[in-house]
């Protein structure tokens, strides 16, 4: 099967599925992941894997397929310690309950956006409010129209208004208390 894609994006090793898939998404001038995949192939995967989220093992795989993409890339992808939807998910080698999580409403750090344009898997759990590595709030919403962020098109813009994430205002921290799960 020949790939249909121009070009791939090259995967950050911590790098979260859905901003792997929205980087490929720009690179190949589509609009979204929907109209990259298609629309009878995503409804096929969708029935495929009912009660999975993109962010899953099993859908991205599924997605990662359809697009003839390296199945290497599906390490991206959060695994389920179980089968069903509520069982844990892993990131590394630690088990997350899947309460912990937040797979639609993203949060993530201006300064790491702008070093590496990607969002990092590790934003994806609720507990983390703070970069580790530059020690500031993660923003939840958009500085420009305060809806939550939300990945549809792209990792550059709010998806609701267009407002450059990069452009967000950081707001640093003292101290940062340790997170015990």
Known sequence: MQNSLLIQAIPYKDESPISF????????????????VGKKKYQSIVKASPNYHLADDVRFNLVLKALN???YYTCLALERSGP???????????EVPHELFELDNIRYCPICLKENPYFK????????????DHS????????NCENPIRLKTGVHNCANCGFELVNAPIKKLHSVETIHW
């Open 136 to 143: 500031c709030f993660l923003v939840d919403s958009c500085p």
């Open 21 to 36: 898939l929205l980087r490929t998404v720009k690179l190949n001038a589509h609009s979204s992941i929907y109209n990259l």
């Open 121 to 132: 898997k590790i934003w994806l759990v609720k507990p983390i409010y703070a970069c580790p």
């Open 69 to 71: 993409i390296n199945s």
């Open 84 to 94: 069903t939807n509520r069982s844990p998910r892993t990131i590394g080698e630690i």
